[in-house]
């Protein structure tokens, strides 16, 4: 099945503790992109790959890392966790296709910092 | 960076056709127009996209406006199960360095 999957689904963390949620995709999409969603800001781009080893910054960058060592895997890491960071996590993937192609999202991760 | 503005909430009753608005006035000329829907609970889905003519898919219609500065998502019969909130975003090479933006949404309320 096609997908987009992401671990864990729930973490609660404390603060500065560093972590890494995985998210890995089986569609051999080249693009890839986190967002955060935190209530009446609906969903912001944090980091974006258009393929292997190409990584750019979204609107909220801070605070995050992202990696994009092999094409299925896109993992984002909070070196430094703060309690701003509690939010809900989605993971995306699709084909580049010049926008013609739409997304797959991911199941979602909650995180809480404590 | 191209951003699209939604109304906060709509309402409709079951079995009825909803008509969901988006405005998208700094649209690029081959920035595609994308509709998501997020259920509660859930993650983003897609439910359909466009570049210039009106599409038509199982979920839903696509209305493009002939400049391009709106459109509108379409279902046609409303069910309960379409309750979600509806994202118009757009995606394309000049829209701005491949950051796809979402709007805060629509919010829809379908009544029995």
């Known amino acids: 099945e096609a997908q987009v999957t992401q671990n864990p689904r729930y973490l609660i963390t404390v603060t500065g503790k560093k972590l890494t949620v995985t998210c890995s995709q089986n569609?051999?999409?080249?693009?890839m992109s986190w967002y955060r969603q935190d209530p009446g800001l609906g969903l912001r781009q944090i980091y974006y790959?258009?393929?292997?080893?190409?990584?750019d910054k979204g609107d909220v960058p801070e605070g995050y890392k992202v990696s994009r060592k092999e094409k299925r895997n896109f993992p984002l890491i909070l070196e430094s966790p703060s309690p701003n960071q509690t939010s809900l996590y989605f993971c995306a993937s699709s084909f580049l296709g010049q926008g013609s192609y739409g997304y797959t999202f991911g199941s979602g991760t909650r995180l809480t910092v404590v | 960076d191209a951003k699209t503005t939604q109304p906060n909430s709509m309402e409709s009753n079951e079995e009825e056709p909803v008509h969901l608005p988006c405005n998208h006035s700094t649209i690029s000329g081959t920035d595609y127009i994308h509709w998501y829907r997020q259920l509660p609970s859930q993650g983003p889905e897609y439910v359909i996209h466009g570049l210039t003519s009106n599409v038509n898919n199982r979920m839903a219609s696509l209305a493009i406006a002939e400049d391009r500065k709106s459109s509108t998502l379409i279902l046609h019969r409303a069910t309960l199960r379409d309750a979600a909130v509806y994202y118009c975003?757009?995606?394309?090479?000049?829209?701005?360095?491949?950051?796809?933006?979402f709007g805060t949404g629509t919010r829809l309320k379908v009544l029995a």
């Open positions: 569609m051999n999409h080249e693009y």
């Open positions: 975003i757009l995606r394309g090479t000049t829209s701005g360095t491949y950051k796809y933006i």
């Open positions: 790959s258009m393929n292997v080893e190409v990584t």
